[in-house]
């Protein structure tokens, strides 16, 4: 029950892709690979400048990577090159979401891009927006990279079903559950969080107290005015400018587990 819970009401996947970063100009090259489980995985590998800083992209729970393009530009226009994948039955990605599925399409796109890395001689970082956070923090938590980023990310499921749906046992069901909180001491890389003030999705206290339970170095930035889906534009310049300092102060980071 708790299973299909979280299957019906927390992933929304949208199968038809919008567009192409080849829509806005910018070199890429479709990416196909398998899960663990043997389910096949669409990505796009969006290659900027010389290749020595990749960012694993892991997108939030509703459409699928096409309707990230703009933000997928606007770190290419940093000089980063981006990996950015479809989890299972999102996109072009075959197969059916589940939170099993979940983790192991991260891992499995962390391995596409440690190996995109490993080839150009770059740095690999992992970032992870809303639900995608979840995502990103397992990854990192398992596998070394350069650094970490969470962007309006929560706790575990059950402190953000509480926040929508009052109900006191929800915590004794879910909190076990896409849990960040219980993982996230085990990253050794450095780590940024991003959270919007006006976040009603995910209220930032949640954002603050995974921010609590991860380990040094890390670095907590409130966007003010920012709510859940508008962060990097409400952030602007000086959002971008402060990926780019971690970048700078993260690059030396082996982050190994």
């Given at each position: 029950?708790?299973?299909?819970?979280?299957?019906?009401?927390?992933?929304?996947?949208?199968?038809?892709?919008?567009?192409?970063?080849?829509?806005?100009?910018?070199?890429?090259?479709?990416?196909?690979?398998?899960?663990?489980?043997?389910?096949?995985?669409?990505?796009?590998?969006?290659?900027?400048?010389?290749?020595?800083?990749?960012?694993?992209?892991?997108?939030?729970?509703?459409?699928?990577?096409?309707?990230?393009?703009?933000?997928?530009?606007?770190?290419?226009?940093?000089?980063?090159?981006?990996?950015?994948?479809?989890?299972?039955?999102?996109?072009?990605?075959?197969?059916?979401?589940?939170?099993?599925?979940?983790?192991?399409?991260?891992?499995?796109?962390?391995?596409?891009?440690?190996?995109?890395?490993?080839?150009?001689?770059?740095?690999?970082?992992?970032?992870?927006?809303?639900l995608g956070g979840i995502a990103a923090t397992h990854v990192a938590s398992k596998y070394p990279c350069n650094?970490?980023?969470?962007?309006?990310?929560?706790?575990?499921?059950?402190?953000?079903?509480?926040?929508?749906?009052?109900?006191?046992?929800?915590?004794?069901?879910?909190?076990?559950?896409?849990?960040?909180?219980?993982?996230?001491?085990?990253?050794?890389?450095?780590?940024?969080?991003?959270?919007?003030?006006?976040?009603?999705?995910?209220?930032?206290?949640?954002?603050?107290?995974?921010?609590?339970?991860?380990?040094?170095?890390?670095?907590?930035?409130?966007?003010?005015?920012?709510?859940?889906?508008?962060?990097?534009?409400?952030?602007?310049?000086?959002?971008?400018?402060?990926?780019?300092?971690?970048?700078?102060?993260?690059?030396?980071?082996?982050?190994?587990?």
């Amino acid at each position: 029950m708790i299973s299909g819970f979280i299957d019906r009401f927390i992933f929304f996947p949208e199968r038809t892709l919008v567009g192409t970063p080849g829509n806005l100009g910018l070199p890429y090259e479709d990416s196909w690979f398998s899960s663990s489980d043997g389910v096949r995985l669409h990505g796009w590998f969006v290659p900027s400048g010389p290749g020595d800083r990749i960012v694993l992209f892991c997108h939030g729970n509703a459409g699928n990577i096409s309707h990230r393009l703009d933000n997928i530009h606007k770190l290419y226009d940093l000089g980063v090159s981006v990996f950015i994948f479809d989890y299972r039955g999102y996109g072009r990605s075959e197969g059916k979401i589940s939170e099993a599925g979940f983790y192991a399409d991260a891992e499995a796109a962390y391995l596409e891009a440690r190996a995109r890395a490993d080839r150009y001689g770059g740095k690999l970082f992992v970032f992870g927006r809303s639900l995608g956070g979840i995502a990103a923090t397992h990854v990192a938590s398992k596998y070394p990279c350069n650094g970490l980023i969470l962007e309006s990310t929560f706790t575990n499921l059950g402190d953000i079903a509480r926040v929508h749906y009052p109900l006191p046992f929800l915590n004794r069901w879910l909190g076990d559950r896409l849990n960040a909180v219980a993982k996230i001491a085990a990253v050794k890389a450095p780590i940024l969080f991003f959270h919007g003030d006006q976040d009603a999705i995910v209220p930032i206290r949640l954002g603050r107290r995974l921010f609590a339970a991860a380990g040094e170095p890390k670095e907590f930035v409130v966007l003010a005015g920012a709510a859940h889906n508008d962060t990097y534009l409400v952030g602007g310049e000086a959002y971008f400018k402060k990926i780019c300092d971690f970048f700078n102060r993260a690059a030396g980071s082996t982050g190994h587990n």
